[in-house]
């Protein structure tokens, strides 16, 4: 009987899709576990095929392919340690969310999911079958016990596992973050470890895919909840963990503990990351934004440098009648500030020539807002030329309070492929420009310092489309909107709701009707970074044509 067992944990960086490249991961990982005289090489949820593959699982073709690859990787693995890898299967003409033991060429072991996720972004109720509750597999004459993701979060599969002799419990995670995410991990493991008295190694993927991204933060609990191992978050790493027979069963021997940043450092960090891979793993190289001299278009800039390096960044000052000298100089100093290319176009031209051009179908109509859409519409014109002549992916920056509110020009200001602060309210944009300002980290690849000025924090927040024109002469100050949209987005609240925290009825009424006449416009906006429960997008999926409206 063994007293001791080598794992090696790959927290590694799938991509959807790509079925060759992910297998050609987890050879590498397995090889690294290899040279470390590993017993098992574990690999997260679904990895074959990346996650979250939506839909595009149930696709026989897909399927398929990815379960040939891990058999395919089984008979290259062969040679070596057990490898565990995430994949679908199909069994009894059923697809299920499955867990792979490949050992001496063979799949020696398959473990099915019982537990499918069926909230926020998770729609797995839609794409597999619940696999039944089962026991452990055996590697090298170890009992593991591998809980699938949701399958840790509740108490019978973890407890079936230890009852049906499990010796620890390996958990591989598809778990996507949102802020504070990490301490919901831990706690509930917390409760798995004391509920089954088993050690507990909770190994997540890492990585973006479209507006998710994952935060790796693998850890690994002793019996009692004491934290054996902490890997970084929002990186790829490896890590060797030592597993050891005691008289009170095995325990983990201790390992590195790896910093975890505030809430500030990984909501900045999960944009840098969820732009990078998004560019990466659509094939683009470089992007372009409008920078305004506003405090959104900066810090989008800001992501943008130090997600790709600021000689693939292309910031573009457009402006109007209207722009105020101190934009042209904020946009300027973000942009020098970054090492970023900054181009100038002014619009007053092209705004003449399509002002003259409308004018016979305009005559006898008063100026209003279709004339401000026009410069707005005429910038994503322009935008979108550069982008499509030089190959630079568009980026949009509205900040969440204005994607809920609708206050952004669809066509216009809204046109681009990502959004990083898509789901970053307006008042916390703000912190988070000071929170840079102030931090540097090796993974950002623009500079450290001031990027951006403090009069772009400090002033009242415009769109300049038309004289002294402010946000706020359109909506709630900034602090009244976002703490109306809490409560009606993140909260899920009422209107009675808002009024009992403080709020104007008449104010959250107005943010109410916004909200919901803004549907439309959500519907053809860009994908952005997922912070939260309640992103727009999987997150909160609301009909565009709606009559109801909260009358309490």
């Keep these: ?23 050609a991961l987890a050879q590498s990982a397995w090889e690294a576990g290899r040279e470390a005289e590993a017993d098992l090489v574990a690999l997260p949820e679904m990895f074959i095929t990346g996650y979250n593959t939506q839909d595009l699982v149930m696709k026989p073709a897909f399927h398929e392919a990815a379960i040939g690859a891990i058999e395919a990787l089984a008979d290259r693995c062969a040679d070596g340690p057990a490898l565990a890898i995430g994949g679908p299967a199909v069994q009894d003409g059923k697809l299920y969310n499955a867990y792979y033991i490949l050992k001496r060429g063979t799949i020696s072991a398959t473990v099915l999911k019982h537990k499918l996720p069926n909230e926020t972004v998770f729609d797995e109720v839609r794409l597999y079958d619940a696999g039944p509750l089962g026991g452990p597999y055996v590697v090298d004459g170890v009992r593991v016990g591998s ?15 230890a009852e049906t002799g499990a010796e620890f419990l390996l958990v591989p995670n598809g778990s996507p973050y949102y802020r504070n995410k990490m301490e919901v991990r831990q706690n509930l493991m917390v409760a798995r470890v004391v509920e089954t008295g088993l050690p507990l190694i909770y190994l997540n993927l890492v990585g973006g895919q479209d507006d998710q991204v994952f935060d790796g933060g693998t850890f690994v609990l002793n019996p009692g909840g004491e934290l054996a191992l902490q890997m970084p978050v929002f990186e790829e790493a490896i890590a060797h963990l030592n597993m050891v027979r005691t008289e009170n069963g095995w325990r983990a021997e201790k390992g590195d503990l790896a910093h975890l940043p505030d809430e500030y450092e990984q909501d900045y960090n999960a944009m840098v990351l969820g732009l990078r891979d998004y560019m990466r793993k659509t094939g683009f190289s470089k992007v372009l934004l409008g920078l305004s001299g506003g405090i959104d278009s900066a810090i989008v800039a800001t992501i943008a440098a130090d997600a790709l390096g600021p000689d693939n960044v292309r910031c573009v000052m457009m402006p109007s009648e209207y722009t105020s000298q101190s934009s042209l100089d904020d946009a300027k100093a973000v942009a020098e500030a970054l090492g970023c290319r900054y181009d100038i176009i002014p619009i007053k031209a092209g705004r003449q020539a399509i002002t003259e051009t409308l004018a016979p179908l305009f005559e006898g109509t008063e100026p209003d807002v279709t004339e401000e859409n026009i410069q707005s519409r005429l910038r994503g014109l322009y935008l979108m030329a550069l982008s499509n002549k030089f190959g630079e992916m568009l980026l949009t920056t509205g900040n969440k309070s204005e994607v809920a509110v609708g206050y952004a020009t669809i066509y216009g200001d809204m046109a681009g492929g990502f959004n990083p602060i898509k789901d970053m309210y307006k008042t916390r944009v703000f912190d988070t420009c000071r929170w840079r300002n102030a931090n540097h980290r090796d993974w950002m690849l623009a500079p450290p310092g001031e990027m951006i000025p403090q009069n772009v924090i400090q002033k009242p927040p415009s769109a300049e489309l038309r004289p002294d024109q402010k946000d706020s002469d359109s909506l709630p100050d900034y602090p009244v909107l976002d703490g109306i949209l809490e409560i009606l987005v993140d909260q899920d609240g009422s209107i009675a709701d808002c009024v009992a925290a403080g709020y104007a009825r008449e104010d959250a009424k107005r943010v109410e009707h916004l909200l919901y006449i803004s549907e439309y416009k959500r519907f053809q906006s860009a994908p952005g970074t997922r912070l939260s429960k309640r992103a727009f997008w999987l997150d909160r999926r609301y009909p565009i044509v709606n009559r109801w409206r909260d009358n309490g």
């Design 147 to 161: 809980p699938i993701c949701e399958d840790a979060w509740h108490e019978d599969v973890p407890e079936t596992l």
């Design 1 to 23: 009987m063994a007293d001791r067992f080598r794992l090696t944990l790959a927290q590694l960086n799938a991509t959807v899709g790509d079925i060759a490249g992910n297998a």
